[in-house]
C-alpha cells in the first residue's frame, strides 16, 4: 500500500497527493500534523529514506530557527524535536513497499509509484 505523509498547507504536499490521485493507485494519507508519526515509524522512514535524520528537518521553520539551529544535536534529538514539532518533518514523504521518497520536487514520487 502506498502511503502519503500528507500537510495540506503545503504546495508541494498538495502537488504530490495530486500525482498520486493521477496515478489511478490505491493509497493512504497520513495527515502527519494530526497523527504524529511514532519515533519508530519516524525511524523506519529515516532508514528507509536513506538520510540521516537532519535531513528530514525543514530547517527554515521559525521553530527551527528559534530552538534548534546551530545547537549540537544528537540524531535523538533531532527525531524528538519532530516528534514534539511535527511540522519540522519534511514533506511530502511517499512510501511504496520498502521504498520511500521526499516529493521535493514532487516529479521524485514517480520513482517510486511506477
Known sequence: MIKIY???RCSKSRCGL???ENS???FEIVKYLENVPTKKELNQLIKMLNIEPIDLIRKNE???K???KNKDLSNDAIINAMLEHPKL???PIVVNGNQAV???PPELI???II
Do not use: M, P, V
Request: net charge negative; aromatic share 8%; hydrophobic share 40%.
Open 6 to 8: 500528507h500537510n495540506n
Open 18 to 20: 495530486e500525482i498520486l
Open 24 to 26: 489511478g493507485k490505491d
Open 62 to 64: 521559525a521553530i527551527w
Open 66 to 68: 528559534s530552538e534548534f
Open 89 to 91: 518533518i519534511e514533506r
Open 102 to 104: 521526499i516529493g521535493r
Open 110 to 112: 514517480l520513482n517510486i
